[in-house]
C-alpha cells in the first residue's frame, strides 16, 4: 500500500509561482512513475505533467507546457510540481498519483495509476 500526501497549494495572483509537494510511504518509491492532475470546478479531473522512475522523463499536458516543471528526489520518496507564470485557469484541486504496480511507465490516463493522494487547492486571482 502506499499513501501519497499533497502540500504546497494556496492563492497565489496571476504570474505567480508555487511548489507543490508529494511525499509518498513505501520503500519502493523509486520504481514508481508519478503523475500529477488537477480538477478544475464543474470540470473532469485531468492530466497535468509525469515523470518516470528516475527522472529521466517528463511529459506535460499543452496547457502548461514551459511553464510548469515535475521533479523527483527518490531519497526523499518526494515528487514536485512547480508552477511558475500561474494563470487563473490553472485554479484546481491538484493530486498526486502513483503507478505502483507493473509495468512501472509513465502514462497519462487517470487508470493508469494505482494510488492517489486527498489533493492540494491551488487558487490563482486575476
Known amino acids: 500500500q502506499v499513501q501519497l500526501v499533497e502540500s504546497g497549494g494556496g492563492l497565489v495572483q496571476a504570474g505567480g509561482s508555487l511548489r507543490l509537494s508529494c511525499a509518498a510511504s513505501g520503500r519502493t518509491f523509486s520504481n514508481y512513475a508519478m503523475g500529477w492532475f488537477r480538477q478544475a470546478p464543474g470540470k473532469e479531473r485531468e492530466f497535468v505533467a509525469a515523470i518516470n522512475w528516475s527522472g529521466s522523463s517528463t511529459y506535460y499536458a499543452d496547457s502548461v507546457k514551459g511553464r510548469f516543471t515535475i521533479s523527483r528526489d527518490n531519497a526523499k520518496n518526494t515528487v514536485f510540481l512547480q508552477m511558475n507564470s500561474l494563470r487563473p485557469e490553472d485554479t484546481a484541486v491538484y493530486y498526486c498519483?502513483?503507478?505502483?504496480?507493473?509495468?512501472?511507465?509513465?502514462?497519462?490516463?487517470?487508470?493508469?495509476?494505482?494510488?492517489w493522494g486527498q489533493g492540494t487547492q491551488v487558487t490563482v486571482s486575476s
Open positions: 498519483a502513483a503507478k505502483g504496480s507493473l509495468p512501472f511507465i509513465v502514462g497519462r490516463a487517470e487508470n493508469h495509476y494505482d494510488y
